[in-house]
């Protein structure tokens, strides 16, 4: 399984972005894809998840209502939209393969990408 995340970037508080996270390999419909993110000095922290048949989602609480996590209809990527932005919500943001979307601990997780840097200024 290979992951390979795009889209972060510079972008002010209140702006938007869409992350990527393009999968190839031994991918099935079982599994989850979480989305978890990591600033400089604090533990990795999760963010969000979507089952690859995209029927379950599961968010920390500190981004529900702001980002939105989708599949594409090919099921071969996953994106994270997020909105209203905030500079907290600056880190390095990480996609990773796991078995449930309800999972939010990373030792969960067994596949990472390589992560995609979002920053955000106030």
């Known amino acids: 399984v290979q992951l390979v995340e795009s889209g972060g970037g510079l972008v002010q508080a209140g702006g938007s972005l869409r992350l990527s996270c393009a999968a190839s390999?031994?991918?099935?419909?079982?599994?989850?894809i979480g989305w978890f993110r990591q600033a400089p000095g604090k533990e990795r922290e999760f963010v969000a998840a979507i089952s690859w048949s995209g029927g379950s989602t599961n968010y920390v609480d500190s981004v529900k209502g702001r980002f939105i996590a989708s599949t594409d209809n090919a099921k071969t990527t996953v994106y994270l939209q997020m909105n209203s932005l905030k500079p907290e919500d600056t880190a390095l943001y990480y996609c990773a393969k796991g078995g449930k979307a309800y999972y939010s601990d990373y030792d969960l997780y067994d596949y990472w990408g390589q992560g995609t840097q979002v920053t955000v200024s106030s």
């Open positions: 390999g031994r991918i099935f419909s079982a599994y989850a």
